[in-house]
């Protein structure tokens, strides 16, 4: 009986030239998986809610919820950027990792801090100025578009300009300045009734009892000085009792 061997490869080399012809179909085929998680503040643990996830190789990507938890479909070998106004930029890529359908990852985020040479102090603002700034707060005005930005002073801005290219963002981005000018506005309001004894916190524990007022655009824009006064007067009365 006659035995015949099997067809094969018959050496190394016709093997590497058909891995090597196999390679680039494997790349171009590779499947896609789903990366979800929730990214936090790496000093004091609290989730970050202006959290921005984006695909390098896409330019393309989501805004995370109120709790900093996000969900968005990737390549493995993908580079994937977290970033948030106040933190350093982020970069995970899960190419070295064991293939899954699903990864669930934390994120921790370090604070920026900068050192500036010189401190400049600025005499505090007056109800006529913050008045201004109360009438321009519309958290349904269109995004602005900006030229020569400024990646540290305008990150959000930069970040949207730089990687965006997703429908809701431009309106996600304005809301989010309208929230910073409606932040800044209060804090304004605070450092007045302070030099006038009307209410008495440290700068520190500003952004907390913002929180704690949860005071509305509508009612911001409507109140008189004296129904602002009031307002914020009592609800410092509370907080005060409450975690003081």
């Known amino acids: 009986m006659k035995i015949t061997k099997s067809k094969g490869f018959k050496n190394k080399r016709q093997l590497i030239l058909f891995v090597l012809m196999g390679f680039p179909f494997l790349l171009f085929s590779q499947p896609l998986i789903t990366i979800s998680g929730q990214a936090y503040d790496k000093e004091s643990k609290l989730p970050l809610p202006k959290l921005m996830v984006i695909n390098k190789r896409t330019n393309n990507g989501i805004f995370a919820d109120a709790e900093g938890k996000f969900l968005i479909s990737a390549k493995q070998t993908d580079t994937i950027l977290f970033s948030a106004i106040g933190f350093k930029l982020k970069k995970i890529c899960l190419k070295d990792s064991s293939l899954k359908a699903t990864y669930n990852l934390y994120i921790p985020l370090e604070k920026l801090y900068f050192y500036l040479k010189e401190?400049?102090?600025?005499?505090?603002?007056t109800l006529k100025e913050i008045d201004k700034d109360i009438y321009n707060l519309d958290?349904?005005?269109?995004?602005?578009?900006?030229?020569?930005?400024?990646?540290?002073?305008?990150?959000?801005?930069?970040?949207?300009?730089?990687?965006?290219?997703?429908?809701?963002?431009?309106?996600?981005?304005?809301?989010?300045?309208?929230?910073?000018?409606?932040?800044?506005i209060l804090k304004d309001l605070f450092r007045l009734y302070i030099k006038h004894d009307i209410i008495d916190l440290n700068e520190e524990e500003f952004d907390a009892f913002i929180r704690y007022c949860n005071l509305s655009e509508e009612f911001i824009k409507n109140a008189s000085q004296l129904e602002l006064v009031m307002a914020i007067k009592g609800k410092f009365e509370t907080f005060k009792d409450r975690w003081k």
């Open 139 to 184: 958290s349904t005005k269109s995004y602005r578009r900006y030229t020569d930005i400024n990646a540290i002073e305008s990150p959000i801005t930069y970040l949207y300009e730089r990687f965006s290219k997703f429908g809701k963002s431009k309106q996600k981005v304005a809301e989010w300045e309208n929230e910073d000018l409606k932040r800044d």
């Open 119 to 125: 401190v400049s102090v600025f005499a505090p603002r």
